[in-house]
């Protein structure tokens, strides 16, 4: 998901590549993914 995205951006346009997309990335695939500590705990950080 991480390259897809990056790819997807570079070729099409769609949104610029910017510093803190691998971040965002990374927080929607771990939000998926994560267990409910994990989500509990980052989303006092957001």
């Known amino acids: 998901m991480l390259a897809s995205t990056t790819y997807y951006r570079v070729l099409f346009g769609h949104l610029p590549v910017t510093p803190g997309l691998a971040g965002d990335v990374v927080s929607v695939i771990m939000a998926g993914v994560a267990t409910?500590?994990?989500?509990t705990v980052h989303e006092a950080h957001s």
Do not use: E, M
Not at 36 to 39: F, G, N, S, T
């Open 36 to 39: 409910d500590r994990w989500r």
